[in-house]
């Protein structure tokens, strides 16, 4: 069965920091390009951080550029999400996802696997 696992959410404070975890299960995350998005209540699903599956591109929208680090772990077939100096406005639910296309996807329908989202909720 090929699934997405996403952990690592949870409740911070403006200014403050997560790592978010997906780990993939019957899929070798290494062949997939991999994204990380997110979905506010009320909003569309957008995506945040980007990784291609060959040279290790990346790609961030302005609204996370700085902030957001998505990163690989082949040997824990893992994709991280590190994210810094956490706004109130990047609350939503985090989601992962994988793409079977070569390059660097950065849309939605281009992504084929979807994990169960974690949610992130930054307050004072």
């Known amino acids: 069965q090929v699934q997405l696992v996403e952990s690592g959410g949870g409740l911070v404070q403006p200014g403050g920091s997560l790592r978010l975890s997906c780990v993939g299960s019957?899929?070798?995350?290494?062949?997939?390009?991999m994204g990380w998005f997110r979905q506010a209540p009320g909003k569309e699903r957008e995506g945040v951080s980007f990784?291609?599956?060959?040279?290790?591109?990346?790609y961030y929208p302005d609204s996370v550029k700085g902030r957001f680090t998505i990163s690989r772990d082949n040997a824990k077939n893992t994709v991280y999400l590190q994210m810094n100096s956490l706004k109130p406005e990047d609350t939503a639910v985090y989601y992962c996802?994988?793409?079977?296309?070569?390059?660097?996807?950065?849309?939605?329908?281009?992504?084929?696997?979807w994990g169960q989202g974690t949610q992130v909720t930054v307050v004072s």
């Open positions: 996802a994988a793409s079977l296309l070569g390059g660097l996807p950065v849309t939605r329908r281009e992504y084929d696997y």
């Open positions: 019957g899929m070798t995350l290494e062949n997939f390009a």
């Open positions: 990784i291609s599956r060959s040279d290790g591109s990346t």
